[in-house]
């Protein structure tokens, strides 16, 4: 998979989330965790879908070229969501159905980043020592 469709997949991914959250975070919660949210949990999830938005439009590639800051931003936030939700349903006592596929999706999505991510670093200190 090109590293242009991958961000994109993943931007896809996060801006159906942030909505999500933001319109009925609610559900959200009952969905990926099986409960339901209080007052603050609820305005805490809808600042979080709103950071998630911000997170895609930072991420989006503008054109044929995807940034290693994009790509470097979504690879940790696959990877440290990936590790949260497998905390949460191993140590944090959730049992909500869609936790596991949900820490699958990001932890595929981690390591499909990774690559392009260590391709981009290695690229710019390969370039920086031939100056």
Not at 75 to 97: E, K
Not at 103 to 114: E, F, I, K, R, S
Request: hydrophobic share 55%; with cysteine; glycine share 8%.
């Amino acid at each position: 998979m090109r590293t242009r469709s991958l961000v994109m997949l993943s931007a896809a991914i996060e801006l159906a989330t942030g909505a999500a959250l933001i319109a009925v975070p609610n559900l959200v919660a009952r969905v990926l965790l099986g409960v339901g949210l209080a007052d603050s949990g609820i305005a805490v999830a809808r600042l979080t879908g709103i950071a998630l938005l911000c997170l895609v439009l930072a991420c989006c590639p503008t054109g044929e070229d995807t940034s290693t800051p994009a790509i470097r931003a979504l690879l940790a936030y696959n990877l440290l969501a990936a590790i949260y939700l497998a905390y949460l349903r191993v140590g944090g006592g959730f049992v909500s159905y869609l936790l596991w596929p949900a820490c699958g999706l990001h932890a595929l999505l981690a390591l499909l980043l990774l690559r392009p991510a260590c391709e981009k670093i290695l690229g710019k200190a390969a370039r920086t020592n031939k100056q």
